[in-house]
């Protein structure tokens, strides 16, 4: 596991999601066909399974929240989401969740609601709509954990899946745009800790044009 500064980074291994670590706070850890992978990463790092209480998802994609089962019912995690893709899970839409491209049904979970401008940690929660209409991001004033709404070198999430939407993306992106952010960790790719403004500036003027 790399780490810059307090954030735990695991580069997601094959489909997976990348998956963030915050003190007791996972975030995104993946579709569980790589669940061992996440683990050792975690363990040879230093930390315990029992040092961590909490999982967040950005959104309900698979890819994503996959990993969500086995780690409440092993470690009795705690499991957040915005409220409208919490509900995509609970009414098992596998479409919806991109389970079906997996070839998995969608989990049963216990899920808490994240909203707009709820603490987790030290991160607010911004929700950013367009890749899922429940997607999320979390800022703590320097750092941006964008999940599928900002990627680094100027890309984001696709929004031509079940309530995802082009106009939500973009009013999403500019949202983001406003906020002093000297890091990137988006759910896929590589992370990004330099010309952070410039490579989302990149990304204001790709979407403005669709």
Do not use: W
């Not at 363990?43 to 209480?53: F, L, Q």
């Not at 915005?82 to 479409?95: G, I, M």
């Not at 209409?133 to 750092?143: F, Q, R, V």
């Amino acid at each position: 596991m790399e780490k810059v500064e307090n954030i735990g980074i695991i580069l997601g291994k094959q489909r997976d999601s990348n998956a963030y670590i915050i003190d007791d706070i996972l975030i995104d850890p993946g579709s569980g066909e790589n669940i061992n992978y996440l683990v050792e990463s975690i363990e040879d790092s230093g930390m315990s399974m029992d040092d961590i209480n909490k999982i967040v998802n950005t959104h309900c994609h698979f890819d994503h929240i996959g990993a969500d089962k086995y780690l409440q019912d092993t470690y009795g995690y705690e499991i957040y989401m915005h409220p409208l893709d919490k509900q995509t899970v609970l009414s098992k839409d596998a479409d919806a969740t991109v389970a079906s491209s997996f070839g998995c049904e969608v989990p049963d979970l216990e899920i808490k609601d994240l909203n707009e401008d709820d603490m987790i940690g030290d991160f607010k929660v911004i929700h950013t709509p367009g890749h899922t209409h429940g997607g999320i991001c979390l800022y703590d004033g320097e750092n941006l954990i964008s999940g599928d709404t900002l990627f680094s070198g100027g890309n984001f999430g696709r929004t031509d899946l079940p309530t995802g939407s082009i106009d939500d993306m973009k009013k999403s992106i500019l949202k983001l745009s406003e906020l002093d952010i000297d890091r990137l960790y988006p759910g896929h790719g590589a992370y990004a800790i330099s010309a952070v403004r410039e490579q989302i500036e990149l990304t204001v003027m790709i979407a403005s044009r669709l």
